[in-house]
């Protein structure tokens, strides 16, 4: 399923990373596996590594296992933006409040030289989404201080910081004119103007809605009635103009990109990526439009079938650049970087993909400032990488290989980089040129043992190398035997990765005492097209065959007390909760959150209707026997382990309904089992309050079941 961009939810004095060990954990070999000069020193690296592994964790008094008290105070740092001149890094710090119940953010800038920081701005509200003037003297950024989300400014040099836009509905996203006079920024409106409802309303309103097609609600909003349109916001006057007043959300609000707006050169032409097929719910033809600043002039640039996304123009002007993906009705294909020489010409020449050949996705992308080079966010085994692609040569190289760097920004050499990176250790920080230039969490962090991941890998479905982590308890003694909690991740095109989990975090699971796996089993990311591929028609055989691999792999290493063993997931993750509950009792327990019970009623209730007929193979009207062949619902006869539900009001991607189903369903076995429901949440818990509730609920339970301890 598409995740909404831009979420971002980290501390190293050091450039080295934390040291992992890698442990291939398996009774025979894969044709997959790279094979060694001598078998002999592969089984001895391995036994070397396990038993380095295995020493005592020594921990210094001060340092304790992290609860949820520290969790909830650590700071989020976000969004970062280097100044035209190289000179500072504008940035997001964000800072959940439980008295506030919502997570308070300021900009802060960092000198890149000294690494100096200081907060600019603060009063009612938040503030976020930094963005530099093409001179580098002002800071825009979105803030709610007054009129909800509008853009405001604040010279860098010194001054109070000015409200410009007032747009009805709020603004996001902004995006500069080059030659600042401007802000181009997104806002929902009112479409149409005059709707059924408002007719028969008259004069007594109410809160009916009446829609005629799809896409009436996204993720956790409703869309029926209202579309998000491009603003042209003048910085002298505040007067915000539709650009772009046509019966289409621009930019597109499904299968988007990490930024679906870009400026060119000129000042007057705008790109973007739009969706504009009558239907939108059952197909991702996303494509790049070209517009003039004043609305005239529309143009599409690019046809393929499937989604194109994330436009930018390279600084002289000479490219546009953009994502794309191949297949037409499948969110998770590979996401090429493309090429389009000459694009605001009549002329302009073919795509040109500048990563053929390659077997990965980018992410996202900068442009160098000299305009022969890209830097590309590439998911890879687990890590986010940054890649350098020359021009015109499309020479690849990795430049940052360790844990998960995303939001690249590129000094003025083309070589100096600035990024945000954390691990499963760290939260997010700021890096520039390889190092920490942000230490907001260093103090907080200091107090907290937080082991490192453990890459472990077996041969899985189809004779592939499967791989995952493995996460050890703080104190970790290996003469003892731990309990055992397996996450499942979501998507299903995803992928667990070593970073800091905003909600599945792995330190805040291995603090209570187990031992934590994971396995980035066949359709998940970073490990090949074809690997993605595999699951699509397959939800309950490949994965639940790695799964069980996985789990043999786990539950003999020594320390793992296979008699006492947990499972939890969410999305496609809580899918796979309720088809394990149904074909295997080794598992103790099991949690599942706003997971897929019946796939034929999640097919007539989510809102984008590709998903389910791509990975179903069509629509439960034409393909029913795959919707039954791989639905948990069937195999409730069979279920016999206890089972915590949670399941959000405002989930529109897995109904609530869904979660109502598998609850009635284990009620009715007679299994142990529990609801957890939030009505002011969507797909996730981001509420702090909320946060606060669904981690005291599912660690009890788990703790219940996997320890003994008594019901709360």
């Known amino acids: 399923m598409s995740l909404p961009r831009g979420t971002c939810i980290a501390t190293r004095k050091e450039m080295s990373p934390p040291s992992r060990s890698c442990l291939m954990i398996s009774s025979e070999r894969s044709s997959h596996i790279p094979s060694t000069e001598n078998p002999m020193r592969f089984v001895f690296a391995v036994l070397v590594t396990l038993q380095l592994s295995n020493i005592p964790t020594v921990v210094s008094a001060q340092r304790r ?62 503030d976020r989404q930094p963005r530099w003037s093409p001179d580098g003297k002002t800071l825009a950024f979105i803030s709610t201080r007054e009129s909800g989300a509008q853009v405001w400014v604040l010279p860098i040099a010194g001054g109070d910081a000015r409200k410009v836009s007032g747009l009805a509905d709020g603004a996001s996203d902004p995006v500069w004119l080059p030659d600042g006079s401007g802000l181009i920024v997104t806002s929902d409106i009112k479409w149409p103007v005059n709707q059924e409802i408002d007719q028969r309303n008259g004069a007594y309103p109410t809160e009916a809605r009446i829609w005629t097609g799809f896409m009436w609600r996204h993720w956790d909003d409703f869309r029926a009635g209202k ?9 002298r006057t505040g007067k915000g103009t539709d650009v772009t007043p046509i019966d289409h959300d621009v930019p597109t609000i499904a299968t988007s990109g990490d930024g679906d707006v870009a400026v060119a050169l000129d000042a007057r032409t705008i790109a973007f990526a739009m969706h504009r097929d009558s239907t939108v719910a059952d197909n991702t033809n996303v494509d790049i439009y070209l517009i003039q600043s004043d609305g005239s ?20 002007g000479r490219y546009m650049s953009y994502l794309s993906m191949e297949r037409a009705g499948f969110e998770a294909d590979r996401l090429r970087l493309m090429l389009i020489e000459n694009p605001l010409g009549r002329s302009a020449r073919t795509p040109v993909e500048a990563t053929a050949g390659w077997n990965l996705s980018v992410g996202s992308y900068s442009w160098c400032p000299n305009s022969k080079c890209i830097y590309a966010v590439v998911e ?26 995303t939001a690249v920004q590129v000094g003025l050499d083309n ?20 190092k920490a230039l942000t230490h907001h969490n260093d103090s907080a962090l200091a107090a907290l043992e937080l082991p490192p991941l453990e890459e472990f890998g077996f041969v899985g479905a189809l004779g592939d190398s499967v791989f995952g982590w493995l996460q050890k308890p703080p104190g970790f003694d290996p003469t003892k035997k731990y309990p055992l909690l397996y996450l499942i991740h979501g998507g299903p095109q995803g992928a667990w990765t070593d970073s800091w989990g905003p909600r599945w975090n792995n330190q805040m699971f291995a603090a209570r005492g187990f031992v934590v796996a994971e396995v980035n089993f066949h359709g998940s990311t970073g490990y090949g097209q074809k690997f993605t591929d595999a699951i699509s028609q397959h939800w309950g055989d490949y994965p639940f065959d790695d799964l069980m691999k996985g789990v043999d792999a786990v539950a003999r290493l020594p320390y793992v007390d296979s008699t006492r063993m947990g499972a939890a997931g969410a999305s496609y993750g809580g899918y796979m909760i309720y088809w394990i509950a149904g074909h295997t009792n080794r598992f103790k327990v099991l949690v599942a959150h706003d997971g897929v019970f019946n796939t034929t009623s999640m097919a007539g209730s989510t809102e984008e209707l590709w998903f389910t007929d791509w990975e179903f193979g069509g629509s439960p009207y034409h393909n029913r026997d795959l919707y039954e062949k791989w639905s948990p619902l069937n195999h409730v006869s069979d279920w016999k382990t206890p089972l915590l539900v949670v399941h959000s009001q405002l989930d529109y991607r897995v109904d609530l309904s869904e979660g109502y189903q598998a609850f009635t369903a284990a009620k009715r076995m007679g299994i142990d089992s529990k609801f957890l429901n939030f009505p002011d949440e969507g797909h996730w818990v981001l509420r702090p309050r909320n946060r606060r509730i669904w981690w005291g609920t599912v660690l009890d339970w788990l703790e219940v079941h996997l320890n003994e301890r008594p019901h709360p």
């Open 227 to 235: 579309r998000q349109h491009l603003f042209r916001v003048d910085l």
């Open 297 to 316: 002039e529309m143009r599409q640039i690019t046809t393929s079938t499937g989604a194109d996304n994330t436009p930018r123009f390279s600084p002289d």
């Open 380 to 405: 890879e085994r687990g890590r986010d990488k940054i890649y350098r692609v020359d021009l015109p040569s499309f020479r690849r190289s990795v430049v940052v290989s360790d844990g998960v760097n």
């Open 65 to 126: 296992a992290i609860k949820f008290e520290d969790y909830i105070a650590l700071k989020s740092v976000s969004d970062p933006q280097l100044s035209p001149d190289g000179k500072w890094v504008a940035y997001t710090v964000s800072i959940p409040s439980l008295e506030d119940n919502r997570n308070v953010s300021r900009v802060w800038v960092a000198d890149a030289r000294t690494g100096k920081t200081r907060q600019v701005t603060d009063g009612p509200g938040s």
């Open 415 to 434: 070589r100096t980089l600035v990024y945000l990176h954390q691990t499963n250790s760290q939260p997010a920080e700021v890096w520039l040129g390889g």
